[in-house]
Every structure is written in structure tokens, then in C-alpha cells.
T-cell receptor, first 115, second 118 residues
Framework: DAMVIQNPRYQVTQFGKPVTLSCSQTLNHNVMYWYQQKSSQAPKLLFHYYDKDFNNEADTPDNFQSRRPNTSFCFLDIRSPGLGDAAMYLC??????????????FGPGTRLTVT | AQKVTQAQTEISVVEKEDVTLDCVYETRDTTYYLFWYKQPPSGELVFLIRRNSFDEQNEISGRYSWNFQKSTSSFNFTITASQVVDSAVYFCALSEVNPNSGNTPLVFGKGTRLSVIA
């Protein structure tokens, strides 16, 4: 029944050591999103893919990159994690991106710790 | 610019009490969508409802009900006869319709943490 799957659920990395978080979906949705959610804060959109078209939010640091090799999978790469990047990272999908007509389905998140 | 305000940071109620979570939004667009999501301790955001700006009818789904009032730019959420399983953080969110790209990101409020005590 799992629709949006994130692995791993918990990730520990060292300061400056590259880390990759993964997301997969069984919904065949066109759009995949990555959000960062820090403790007691709202999710913040980092970027999204509309099919293969990558869309970066203006204030997303260059340290964050993403890849979408196919419809089902999307990866979040953090090139040099800093202590401030410790957060929950949420992946979401939606059937289309037409201005909110389609709700987003979220995965369980990956909680990243940076030591 | 769009903005969502959830003034209640935390609410505690005793089981079986009714509770209303407030959401006030700001937008310059006439066409937009409003959402409520639930985030239980497990972490994932669970979609509860989507409402477009042209549909002001209130909605009821089981113990949940939503009151959308454009005149006050509010989209409040009421849980009737609350249960311990309702304990979670609840987020209200807004998405405008961009006529050029069709895409605007979801803008979330800061969330309201609801604790239901047995």
C-alpha cells in the first residue's frame, strides 16, 4: 500500500560528508517535491520536478541538488552538510502541478542528523 | 505575497472535547486552493482536505469539519469529540494559481500542535 517511500528513515552523516536521500513513488505522479522541515517549523519547499523539468526555489542553497532518473525515483543530494542542515526531509508527489488542484502526497520523511 | 497564519501554537484538550484550529490566509489572487494536513508523530504529512476559492460550502467528514469564510480569509478546522489519536501537528496551507506556469508552491502555516489527553 505504500505510495511514497523514503529511505532511510534516519540518516546520520558527518559535517561536510556528502549524503544522498532517496524517494520513490508507486503513484506514477508527474511531480515530485523535496521539502526541508526543521524542528517545530513548517515544511519549506527546496525544489520540485515536473516530469524531468527541474525547478529550484530561489532561496534553496547551492549545497542542495536533486536528481530524478525516472518517474518513480527522486534523490536529494547534500554536497557538504552543515550542522544547520539537520532536519526532516520530506518527499511529496502530486499528479500534476496545476496550481494546487492536485493534493500532494507525502512520504514519512528522512530525519537527517549531522555530527 | 501569500501567507498563512495559524495563531495557535499549541492546544491541549481532554478527550471528547470539541476543538477548533484557526487558519487565516492572505492572497491577492482570486483563484487559490486551501489545504489542511495532519502530521502525526510518525512524521508524514497526511492530506485531509482541499478547498478551492470558489467553493465556500462548509464540509463535514466524520468528526472533522471545515468552515471556509472568504469574508474573513479564514479556513478553520473543527474536530468534534476529540480522541487521543487526533494528537498531531496540523498544518494549513495555501496554493495560488499562476496563470503562466500553473504552478505555485504550497505555503504552509507554522502549524498547531494538538494534544488530546485521555
Amino acid at each position: 500500500d505504500a505510495m511514497v517511500i523514503q529511505n532511510p528513515r534516519y540518516q546520520v552523516t558527518q559535517f561536510g560528508k556528502p549524503v544522498t536521500l532517496s524517494c520513490s513513488q508507486t503513484l506514477n505522479h508527474n511531480v515530485m517535491y523535496w521539502y526541508q522541515q526543521k524542528s517545530s517549523q513548517a515544511p519549506k519547499l527546496l525544489f520540485h520536478y515536473y516530469d524531468k523539468d527541474f525547478n529550484n526555489e530561489a532561496d534553496t542553497p547551492d549545497n542542495f541538488q536533486s536528481r530524478r532518473p525516472n518517474t518513480s525515483f527522486c534523490f536529494l543530494d547534500i554536497r557538504s552538510p552543515g550542522l544547520g542542515d539537520a532536519a526532516m526531509y520530506l518527499c511529496a508527489t502530486s499528479r500534476d502541478r496545476t496550481g494546487g488542484r492536485h493534493e500532494q502526497y507525502f512520504g514519512p520523511g528522512t530525519r537527517l542528523t549531522v555530527t | 505575497a501569500q501567507k498563512v497564519t495559524q495563531a495557535q501554537t499549541e492546544i491541549s484538550v481532554v478527550e471528547k472535547e470539541d476543538v477548533t484550529l484557526d487558519c487565516v490566509y492572505e492572497t491577492r489572487d482570486t483563484t487559490y486552493y486551501l489545504f489542511w494536513y495532519k502530521q502525526p508523530p510518525s512524521g508524514e504529512l497526511v492530506f485531509l482536505i482541499r478547498r478551492n476559492s470558489f467553493d465556500e460550502q462548509n464540509e463535514i467528514s466524520g468528526r472533522y469539519s471545515w468552515n471556509f469564510q472568504k469574508s474573513t480569509s479564514s479556513f478553520n478546522f473543527t474536530i468534534t469529540a476529540s480522541q487521543v489519536v487526533d494528537s498531531a501537528v496540523y498544518f494549513c496551507a495555501l496554493s495560488e494559481v499562476n496563470p503562466n506556469s500553473g504552478n505555485t508552491p504550497l505555503v504552509f502555516g507554522k502549524g498547531t500542535r494538538l494534544s488530546v489527553i485521555a
